[in-house]
């Protein structure tokens, strides 16, 4: 069975350096920095006062009262991005869509966290009285219900469910689609993620686990990849989005394709529960594969998205598994976290990065790693990790990986669409 070719024909996003696509493209080639002081909840007493945080974001400007109390903002961010993605792609102006053919696998890490904390204080301060839970508790909170939102507010009936693989949510979904197209069972699929986990109980529970960055003296430097005094990622929130759908289907519409997504690839590590194996072995692994599966050799790729979260471990980890694929090319291709000024957009990050890699490839244009003061000698430092400013290439493939507590991995390809 011939598989069948997959193209990215839309895009959106909301993001903490910006709320839409192009606001975005921009922030990401200027080196926008997203992080500021929290200003939602009182700070007082945690270990980390800061994140990367969505800016200027009414949602009154999107929703109706009614609309608003029946979503998290988790919700109302994968609406937004979905919203523009499906504008972006013109997909309802084909007449003959057949949207018993277009799917949608939307997720997240956390959820409709700050619904959760919102109804269990409620609860708890009144005596424990099941009367004070909300009939818009559940839908609110289930990570699911922003794709059943966007299939219900478009009329999309085909393919409907939410991957959970911790941080590679989004590019685990993005895969999935893939697959399905290929395979003939969707002609179109809108995939994303969406994350508004910078709440009490979002910011607590990550600093409880040492994994946040605690660098409240100068936070806007805290999203630090590969830098020798990085000390923990940067909590990050919003949402992005693609259209994706077959080539056949594309062209019979003819959609402006900004990419074909290539190939990709999935896999564990088996190590442990939060730490990467350090030496990168599944990683390894998981790249080969997402190179295979798209058909090219390593020394095809020249930029990768890493994961590059900023934390001392996983930083390492992802770099040594890098030199290992790629092998003397390494020194030829770029390298960059987009982290340093988004944060950690958990479930959300892989289909933001995603975004990021297209964005490249039709800028011919890398985005920078900010935040970088000081070499650590773990790494080669003669690899170019793009530091500071972007940087002008002719990128023809992109690589962007992605990894999540639970040993999850995930790799995907996009290459420039060529006929």
């Given at each position: 069975m011939e598989w069948k070719r997959v193209v990215v024909t839309g895009m959106g996003a909301v993001t903490p350096i910006g709320n839409s696509l192009p606001l975005f493209s921009d922030g990401l080639m200027q080196g926008r920095n997203g992080c500021s002081p929290i200003s939602t909840f009182d700070t007082t007493q945690f270990?980390?006062?800061?994140?990367c945080t969505i800016k200027d974001f009414h949602p009154e400007d999107f929703f109706d009262r009614k609309e608003i109390k029946k979503l998290d903002?988790?919700?109302?961010?994968?609406?937004?991005?979905?919203?523009?993605?499906?504008?972006?792609?013109?997909?309802?102006?084909?007449?003959?869509l057949n949207k018993n053919r277009v799917g949608v696998l939307f997720t997240s890490g956390f959820g409709g966290v700050k619904t959760f904390e919102d109804e269990l204080f409620q609860y708890f301060s009144n005596g424990r009285n099941p009367r004070y839970f909300s009939p818009f508790f559940v839908p609110r909170m289930l990570l699911d219900l922003a794709g059943g939102n966007i299939s219900i507010k478009y009329g999309f009936k085909g393919i409907n469910f939410s991957i959970v693989a911790a941080c590679a949510s989004s590019t685990s979904a993005l895969i999935d689609a893939l697959n399905y197209i290929r395979l003939g069972k969707a002609d179109v699929v809108v995939v994303g993620g969406s994350e508004a986990s910078v709440t009490e109980v979002g910011i607590g529970a990550f600093g409880a686990m040492k994994a946040l960055s605690e660098r409240n003296d100068n936070p806007l430097s805290a999203s630090r990849p590969f830098d020798l005094d990085r000390d923990g990622f940067v909590m990050g929130e919003g949402a992005g989005c693609m259209v994706i759908e077959s080539l056949e289907h594309a062209q019979k519409r003819n959609a402006r394709i900004y990419a074909e997504l290539a190939g990709g690839a999935l896999n564990a590590d088996a190590y442990h529960i939060t730490a990467p194996h350090p030496e990168g072995a599944s990683v390894i692994q998981v790249m080969k594969e997402a190179l295979e599966d798209a058909g090219i050799t390593a020394d095809h790729i020249d930029y990768i998205n890493v994961h590059g979260t900023s934390t001392p471990l996983g930083d390492i980890a992802e770099v040594k598994a890098i030199q290992q694929v790629f092998g003397n090319h390494a020194y030829d291709l770029n390298i960059s976290s987009t982290k340093s000024m988004t944060g950690h957009l958990?479930?959300?990050a892989g289909v933001i990065e995603a975004i990021a890699s297209v964005l490249s490839l039709l800028k011919n244009k890398v985005p920078p790693t900010i935040n970088h003061f000081t070499d650590d000698p773990a790494f080669d430092n003669n690899l170019n990790f793009t530091f500071t400013e972007a940087q002008d290439k002719n990128i023809n493939?992109?690589?962007?990986?992605?990894?999540?507590?639970?040993?999850?991995?995930?790799s995907v390809v996009f290459k420039r669409f060529e006929y």
């Open positions: 270990r980390t006062k800061f994140a903002p988790f919700g109302q961010y994968a609406l937004v991005s979905a919203d523009e993605a499906i504008k972006d792609a013109a997909l309802l102006d084909f007449p003959e958990l479930g959300a493939a992109v690589m962007s990986n992605n990894f999540g507590f639970g040993g999850h991995n995930a």
